[in-house]
């Protein structure tokens, strides 16, 4: 039984953890499956927006602790993906990722709804930085999470490793939103129907300016993005888009 699914419709790829058993655990089967499902994805100019979800009560619980334990005892003949091949493949990606969050979060899976451009989680789904109650630290994770949370909030999560509610990673800026269940699917519908009114490349342009701007000097990033501006202003996109908004109809890219 496969551990992931997809399912590609109209420039959207699907991903959808469904090793319920294990709690859609970073076990070395789920994380190779991903992997691979990944690579193809970002050769694939069909797939406009990749969104990762869950089946089950929990999206992600982190780390596989029961091959991890083995692999300290040196049972274990497998060798685990490094969690930062996972992680950079979210980030360094050109095309946008979406958290569909319909389960619990916690431990490494707190990495995988930072790590995505925009996430968003119903309101039942607990979070939490749970690593220390099992002797560990969020350590990797801690690359992707501490960027988008206040200091005051990292220090009480991190070092308590209690779970709190969806409404408070949002408010932690660890996630976008949280929102009732039966609004899920609508609420990520619309955010996949504005990316996809954007440019292919302008939207691969503008994930780039989240990354690489807030790690520039002011000086830097005013030479950097003045460059960008101009490459994209000359470019077949750009001018397909400018000469749709004059003629007041949708770009080309819209009926792709």
């Known amino acids: 039984m496969n551990l992931i699914e997809t399912e590609f419709n109209d420039g959207v790829l699907t991903v959808t953890l469904c090793d319920e058993e294990n709690r859609n655990t970073l076990s070395v089967g789920l994380t190779s499956e991903l992997a691979q499902i990944l690579d193809a994805a970002e050769t694939n100019p069909a797939v406009r927006v990749i969104v990762l979800t869950n089946r089950g009560r929990v999206f992600c619980a982190g780390a596989d602790l029961s091959e991890r334990s083995s692999h300290k005892e040196g049972g274990s003949k497998n060798k685990p993906i490094d969690p930062l091949e996972i992680f950079g493949r979210f980030r360094k990606s050109s095309k946008p990722y979406i958290g569909k969050i319909a389960g619990h979060c916690v431990a490494g899976g707190m990495g995988i709804a930072a790590a995505m451009d925009i996430s968003i989680a119903i309101e039942e789904a607990k979070f939490g930085f749970t690593e220390v109650r099992v002797g560990v630290a969020p ?81 830097e990033a005013f030479d950097w993005t003045s460059k960008l501006s101009a490459s994209l202003f000359k470019g077949e996109e750009a001018q397909e888009g400018m000469r749709a908004y004059l003629d007041k109809r949708p770009p080309s890219w819209m009926n792709e």
């Open 139 to 219: 350590a990797i994770i801690s690359v992707l999470c501490l960027p988008k949370m206040r200091p005051s909030d990292a220090s009480e999560a991190f070092l308590r490793g209690n779970r709190f509610s969806a409404s408070e990673a949002a408010n932690m800026g660890l996630i976008n939103a949280a929102v009732p269940a039966n609004e899920l699917d609508a609420t990520v519908e619309e955010v996949i129907s504005d990316i996809k009114a954007g440019g292919p490349k302008a939207i691969a342009a503008a994930k780039q300016l989240t990354l690489q701007v807030p790690h520039m000097q002011i000086d």
